[in-house]
């Protein structure tokens, strides 16, 4: 036990050289920026309205960065994990038809949509948890993650439902931040290479300033738009490479609702705060708006009439619940999109087969 547990405090040590490097490059860039730039060779006027634009952009990239970095992933709640006496009825089972027998039990009355490729109820073995909808387990973090994106070794963190808004301004401010100083540099670095100004201590900085900043402007410039267009469809880098399985068979846009409201998903309905890095993101990272498996966003569907309640066969109001009745709300305000309605699984009656049913 001694040595595995040297081990995994090793790993967790090494793993913050990542974000020490990064670290280290940022406080050289301000040093470099500041000082040997705006106020060892800038006349005081320019070197003042550049330095008040570099630190707006500085202090919303380390706001950012610092809010992806330290904001704990969120993981399942209690009610996807098995009862005690389930979970030891399940690890006594060794046949894989009866273990899935228990867990179907155990998901009656979860909102769950999506399976796996076999149409099975995806299950963690380490966490002990039924996963909700989109949540994966992440080896590095050692837990189930909610809307689980991917490991970031550049934040040391797992990007997911709880800081995917914090990535994606952390990537648009660090992008912006380098521009400003490629932009700015731009002249004086080429003033340096051709020796019109003295050959000081400042050019290494200005000279090496340039390159780092254009070298990273390119790679966060692919990783951004990369991740744009993820929001933009509503999908995660794991559902990008593996599309989610619902009981009609995996559909890569099983959670698209249409562009705007892709974007809501993510970044809330303030527009006011999405350039913060404030969570406002939709949703509780456990149910999420489904569409039908079968509709393609690119292309006109036809619409389904909504309808307060459903009527069961032997004549009475079945009720949607609380997280149906957002799906509904959501369907009302956007025709083409479909959204996943459900009878209460305790409650008698039948429900449209047009739309998907939870698990």
Request: hydrophobic residues 40%.
């Amino acid at each position: 036990m001694a040595p595995t547990h040297i081990l995994r405090c090793c790993q967790r040590g090494l793993a913050w050289i990542p974000v020490i490097f990064i670290a280290l490059v940022v406080c050289w860039s301000y040093y470099a920026y500041v000082v040997e730039l705006c106020i060892c060779n800038l006349p005081i006027s320019v070197a003042v309205i550049y330095m008040m634009s570099f630190h707006l952009s500085f202090v919303m990239f380390v706001w950012s960065y610092w809010k992806t970095i330290f904001t704990r992933p969120a993981k399942p709640s209690k009610e996807f994990c098995l009862a005690k006496a389930e979970k030891e009825q399940y690890v006594r089972e060794e046949r894989p038809e009866t273990q899935q027998e228990i867990l179907w039990r155990a998901a009656t009355n979860l909102p769950l949509y999506t399976r796996t490729g076999a149409g099975a109820i995806r299950y963690c073995d380490r966490c002990q948890v039924i996963k909700p909808d989109r949540c994966h387990h992440c080896s590095a973090c050692d837990m189930c993650v909610l809307k689980m994106d991917h490991h970031c070794p550049w934040v040391n963190n797992c990007v997911g439902f709880s800081n995917y808004k914090f990535f994606i301004l952390f990537l648009c401010y660090s992008l912006i931040y380098c521009l400003f100083i490629a932009a700015t540099v731009l002249q004086y670095f080429i003033k340096f290479w051709t020796n019109e100004l003295p050959d000081t201590h400042a050019k290494f900085h200005v000279l090496f300033l340039f390159f780092v900043a254009a070298m990273f402007c390119i790679s966060i410039l692919s990783l951004f738009s990369y991740h744009l267009w993820l929001v933009g469809k509503n999908r995660s880098t794991i559902e990008a490479f593996r599309a989610p399985v619902f009981r009609t068979g995996s559909d890569k846009n099983g959670f698209s609702l249409g562009f705007r409201k892709n974007i809501a998903q993510v970044f809330g309905d303030q527009k006011k705060l999405w350039l913060l890095p404030i969570f406002t993101s939709q949703g509780d990272g456990q149910t999420f708006p489904a569409r039908l498996v079968s509709v393609d966003p690119e292309q006109p569907t036809v619409s389904l009439q909504p309808e307060a309640n459903k009527i069961t066969g032997d004549g009475q109001t079945c009720p949607l619940t609380e997280s149906q009745n957002h799906l509904q709300v959501n369907e009302q305000q956007d025709n083409h999109v479909a959204k996943p309605q459900e009878c209460d699984p305790m409650r008698s009656g039948k429900c449209p087969v047009r739309t998907l049913s939870p698990i």
